[in-house]
T-cell receptor, first 112, second 111 residues
Framework: DGGITQSPKYLFRKEGQNVTLSCEQN?????MYWYRQDPGQGLRLIYY???????QKGDIAEGYSVSREKKESFPLTVTSAQKNPTAFYLC???????????FGQGTRLTVV | ELKVEQNPLFLSMQEGKNYTIYCNYS?????LYWYRQDPGKSLESLFV?????AVKQEGRLMASLDTKARLSTLHITAAVHDLSATYFC???????????FGKGTRLHILP
């Protein structure tokens, strides 16, 4: 079955560490997006990518980095420069000119 | 800068009643999305609206889009408890491919 997979489901980070969140899709979608959700809040756009080897900053890109070396994969690195990284991170893929839209199950990141 | 505003942000209603959630946006858009989120879970896609006047229905939910007014509505008919969730609209900025979300409408349906 086609789908979008995020891992891990839960992640704990110590102060000053970089961590990488995985997002993989087998839907053959071109576009992939990363969002951050804080408790009781909406989703805020971190980065997005329409094609391999190209990506754009969203509204809250500071302290994050991404890569898009393969169509199927769009990992997000939360760097030590992100001062308040505790949040729920959601990856989405969109296909057929953004008419098909799917989200992964999310990664809950906590700073300890 | 695109703004996406949903209202109401919180809605408590009785089973069997009808209600509408509104989504206004501030710039030209090609596509409008509606999602459902249950507590602690990811988002589930409900509808993708692609053109002015588009209307889609699934069960007790019906979504519509008016691109001239920059307004989408999500109408709930004869609400049931299982529809309790947070509903988000999202807008695809034309020519940019940014997809921006509203703050969500938390819907609580009383049995």
């Amino acid at each position: 079955d086609g789908g979008i997979t995020q891992s891990p489901k839960y992640l704990f980070r110590k102060e000053g560490q970089n961590v990488t969140l995985s997002c993989e899709q087998n839907l053959n979608h071109d576009a992939m997006y990363w969002y951050r959700q804080d408790p009781g809040q909406g989703l805020r756009l971190i980065y997005y990518s329409q094609i391999v080897n190209d990506f754009q900053k969203g509204d809250i890109a500071e302290g994050y980095s991404v890569s898009r070396e393969k169509k199927e994969s769009f990992p997000l690195t939360v760097t030590s420069a992100q001062k308040n990284p505790t949040a729920f991170y959601l990856c989405a893929s969109f296909g057929h000119m953004n008419t098909e839209a799917f989200f992964g199950q999310g990664t809950r990141l906590t700073v300890v | 800068e695109l703004k996406v505003e949903q209202n109401p942000l919180f809605l408590s209603m009785q089973e069997g009643k009808n209600y509408t959630i509104y989504c206004n946006y501030s710039t030209t858009s090609d596509r409008l999305y509606w999602y459902r989120q249950d507590p602690g879970k990811s988002l589930e896609s409900l509808f993708v609206l692609l053109s002015n006047g588009a209307v889609k229905q699934e069960g007790r939910l019906m979504a519509s889009l008016d691109t001239k007014a920059r307004l989408s509505t999500l109408h709930i008919t004869a609400a049931v408890h299982d529809l309790s969730a947070t509903y988000f609209c999202a807008v695809d900025i034309k020519g940019d491919d940014k997809i921006i979300f509203g703050k969500g409408t938390r819907l609580h349906i009383l049995p």
